[in-house]
């Protein structure tokens, strides 16, 4: 795993591209990464706080791609993302020890094929959601930094405001996991 | 001298037989005739110095009204006419002027012959007629041509009434200073062609022709004298003119200073904005840059949080055999052997149980894993996350400069608005500047002239000595010398009274035009005719006494300066022909009840609506009988005030440009 190229495709690919891109269509940096792979270390974890998933648009042909060298530079740091949306993951249904298998058993090395079938699902399963929940959260992130607005006036204060808030309900009272 | 009324005959533009009556109501002594410019205003206020005069200030001297020329018949005959009543010390006078104009075979229509006629009533009904040749000399009388200025005014001379020229000649035409100018001129010893000059002609000549060449050079010298003196007064004038100039100059520039202070102001803020917005750049970078490396470590603790919990429900993580790895794996598995020792055999039951095992073993051993990652939560939910207090602050700076840059355009576009204007300033310096240059060059050649001008004098004064002594060289010289002396005297004489006698008129022509313009305008302004006649308005401050400051004037100001200027001029003419015709011998002159009349065209052409109703509620007082040719946007304004001073009023009907009707309403 993350040892191939990344590809956003459709409108995903286009959000990732204005957060981290820049869209040239407005002639305005309205970047809040400064890399594609950056959105990618990030948008997991906010599927999963916000509990959204998404999958692929192929309606368009527009698509962001992260070159291999890039994804395998930063294949630990993606590998540690994997794990915790694995461990952390909203599924009252799901067991912990599942979830101890998703995140550190199962090899998802192409070499290695399951003879056991139920496996194989699983694993899968285990890469369709985390691809579903990236996806997710490069929908919310788009959302609570643009919000919509053409202008794109206020995205860096709306970026500060998501943070805020978060802060706030996270840092700022010791309480315990809000997840949206 | 009371107008009754005016009837015109084809004079001008007024076709036909037309005839005013003026008000002689000794209450409502205005009477009004409204017309609008190229109506015929000015045509009627001309029409009096014809009348009386025989003189007029057009430019084409035609006086027969176009239509009638047009129309007339070849070898035709048609007449204009004005004739003039108006009654003068109880007598009734009626004047008529007449031309005859004829048109000749050729279309050209020509003046025939100018004749006069004035008869006189007297206040028993007895009639009088004057000779043809006495008339001027009748009318001169009662209204000398040359004051008659005074009492018919158009437009335009009323704005150039206080102009310095004008002034001086007014005066001179008041004292009647003429003759006594022209009896200076005529003697003045030091001129060449005068009575003075004759006598230094008459005197012999010495052996040598010594005092012929003094004389010449005397002459000479004199000559010169005057050009230089001319030149030189030329120059002042310029140099007046420049002065002038210099200071409108320097009261703009002082609207305009601080240009380079502004402009470098501008620069400053311009800095301050471009280094606000390099830092807003840079700031927002550096949120970028903290997003990229912070944001996943600040949003995923909750999970670590709940990651780590699962962990510790699961207990001790199932380790699976101690660094075993998918390679031994392979390993075992290609060699065919167990660890055991039992055979492997590729699809058994081993072998699957075994390749199982495989899929549970991660590149790293789970346990391993599972301490990496635990360790490397902890660290996190350790570390004290400062990112979004980072954020923060980066975000109210940024909100904070772009305030200051705001509130920087506001300042920029005001001083933007001060430099526009100030551009101007820029040309009204240069202008400044070069005319400070002009002055200093006129100053340097009026020294040259006043440098030639005393080497004139010297050489005059040598070569007068020079003739002075071969003079006295015999009897016959000493004879033209005593003329020459008394000339001189008389000369002397003749300066010093026309000295006293202008600055007394000068004096009394202050006082009334003050009078009137008090009366017109309450402030602490004064009019002061100054020793050369330029007039100024100044403020006498009563607490610094000798403290002045001379004033702006705005147009309204100024015609009810120059309205206050003719009134004064005109009270002073009534005096002095009522003076000259009072009998010398006469012990006890009777005061004479002498009246005059004011016709004006536009008197207020410049004023607004303010000066217009001051000038109107002083109109009646100005002069016993006022005749006054408004527009009608004029008139607007001043009937308010004056209307119940009004004894008749008519208007000027232009049909068109050859046609206008004076009629009453």
């Known amino acids: 795993m993350f040892d191939k190229a990344i590809t956003f495709k459709g409108k995903h690919g286009a959000y990732v591209r204005e957060l981290a891109k820049g869209v040239q269509i407005l002639e305005k940096d309205v970047t809040i990464f400064k890399t594609n792979i950056q959105v990618c270390l990030v948008a997991p974890i906010i599927g999963v706080l916000f509990n959204r998933r998404a999958t692929a648009d192929k309606s368009t042909a527009e698509d962001t791609k992260i070159m291999p060298e890039t994804v395998i530079k930063h294949q630990e740091d993606l590998s540690y993302v994997f794990k915790v949306v694995m461990l952390s993951l909203k599924d009252e249904d799901l067991s912990d020890e599942k979830r101890i298998d998703r995140a550190f058993r199962y090899n998802y090395s192409d070499k290695v094929s399951e003879s056991d079938p139920s496996i194989e699902e699983d694993k899968l399963e285990a890469m369709k959601l985390f691809d579903e929940y990236t996806l997710g959260g490069i929908e919310v992130l788009h959302e609570k930094v643009y919000k919509d607005d053409a202008t794109r006036e206020h995205y860096l204060e709306n970026a500060y405001e998501f943070i805020r808030d978060f802060y706030n309900d996270v840092y700022a009272e010791e309480t315990e996991i809000v997840t949206e | ?665």
Not at chain 2, 369 to 385: G, Q, Y
Not at chain 2, 476 to 502: M, P, S
Request: hydrophobic share 35%; glycine share 4%; net charge neutral.
């Open chain 2, 1 to 665: 001298m009371l107008l009754k009324y005016m009837k015109l005959n084809n004079f001008r533009q007024y076709k036909g037989e037309q005839t005013i009556d003026f008000s002689t109501d000794k209450e409502k002594n205005i009477t009004v005739i409204l017309g609008d410019n190229t109506s015929g205003k000015t045509t009627f206020v001309q029409s009096f110095n014809w009348a009386l005069y025989g003189q007029t200030d057009f430019i084409t001297k035609k006086l027969l009204n176009m239509d009638i020329a047009v129309e007339m018949p070849v070898n035709s005959k048609r007449e204009v006419s004005a004739e003039l009543v108006f009654e003068h010390e109880e007598n009734q006078y009626r004047l008529v002027r007449k031309v005859l104009y004829m048109k000749k075979s050729n279309g050209v229509v020509d003046a025939f012959g100018e004749t006069k006629e004035l008869s006189i009533l007297d206040k028993i009904g007895k009639a009088k007629v004057v000779e043809a040749d006495e008339i001027d000399n009748v009318i001169n009388n009662i209204l000398p041509k040359n004051l008659s200025g005074y009492f018919f005014f158009d437009g335009e001379k009323i704005e150039k009434i206080s102009e310095k020229k004008d002034m001086k000649d007014a005066v001179k035409n008041l004292l009647g200073l003429q003759a006594l100018e022209s009896a200076a001129k005529h003697i003045n010893p030091a001129n060449v062609s005068t009575v003075g000059g004759k006598f230094r002609g008459a005197i012999q000549d010495s052996a040598d022709g010594e005092f012929t060449r003094a004389k010449k050079a005397f002459e000479e010298n004199i000559r010169k004298k005057e050009d230089l003196v001319k030149e030189k007064e030329i120059l002042d004038e310029e140099l007046q003119k420049c002065r002038e100039s210099i200071e409108e100059a320097r009261n703009e520039m002082a609207q305009y200073k601080n240009l380079d202070g502004l402009r470098k102001e501008e620069k400053k803020i311009k800095d301050y904005q471009n280094r606000a917005k390099e830092m807003i750049k840079s700031d927002k970078d550096m949120i970028k840059s903290r997003i990229s490396s912070e944001a996943q470590s600040f949003f995923i603790r909750p999970l670590l949080e709940k990651s780590l919990k699962v962990l510790k429900r699961e207990g001790d993580i199932h380790e699976g055999i101690p660094n075993l790895t998918s390679k031994s794996i392979e390993h075992i598995l290609h060699r065919g052997y167990c660890l055991c020792g039992t055979k492997i055999e590729e699809g058994s039951e081993v072998y699957n149980h075994i390749k199982k095992e495989q899929s549970y073993v991660p590149p790293q051993s789970v346990g391993t894993a599972v301490r990496f990652f635990k360790r490397d939560s902890e660290k996190t939910l350790k570390h004290n996350n400062d990112f979004y207090q980072t954020v923060e602050s980066y975000i109210k700076r940024i909100k904070e400069a772009e305030k200051d840059i705001l509130a920087w355009d506001k300042d920029l576009a005001k001083i933007d608005e001060q430099l526009m204007s100030g551009e101007k300033a820029d040309s009204v310096r240069r202008n400044f500047e070069r005319l400070r240059l002009n002055a200093a060059r006129t100053e340097g050649k009026i020294q040259e002239k006043i440098n030639a001008i005393g080497r004139c004098e010297q050489a005059i004064e040598i070569n007068n000595t020079i003739m002075e002594r071969n003079m006295t060289a015999n009897k016959r010289n000493q004879e033209i010398k005593r003329y020459l002396d008394y000339a001189q005297a008389i000369y002397t004489y003749l300066v010093k009274d026309y000295e006293i006698k202008e600055t007394e008129l000068r004096t009394a022509l202050n006082t009334k035009v003050n009078d009137l313009f008090h009366a017109m305008y309450h402030g602490k302004r004064s009019v002061v005719i100054n020793k050369d006649y330029t007039v100024e308005l100044v403020v006498a401050d009563e607490a610094h006494a000798s403290y002045e400051m001379k004033l702006d004037e705005s147009r309204g100001l100024e015609t009810v300066k120059n309205f206050a200027f003719i009134s004064g001029i005109l009270e002073i003419a009534k005096d002095k022909i009522i003076s000259k015709n009072v009998d010398l011998f006469d012990d006890e002159p009777e005061p004479q009840e002498v009246l005059y009349p004011l016709v004006m065209d536009a008197p207020f052409s410049n004023a607004d609506e303010k000066h217009v109703s001051k000038i109107s509620s002083v109109l009646p007082s100005v002069a016993d009988q006022v005749i006054m040719v408004v527009m009608e946007k004029d008139w607007k304004y001043a009937q308010d005030t004056i209307s119940n001073k009004v004894g008749k009023q008519y208007r000027i009907d232009k049909k068109s440009e050859t046609e206008s009707y004076i009629k009453g309403e």
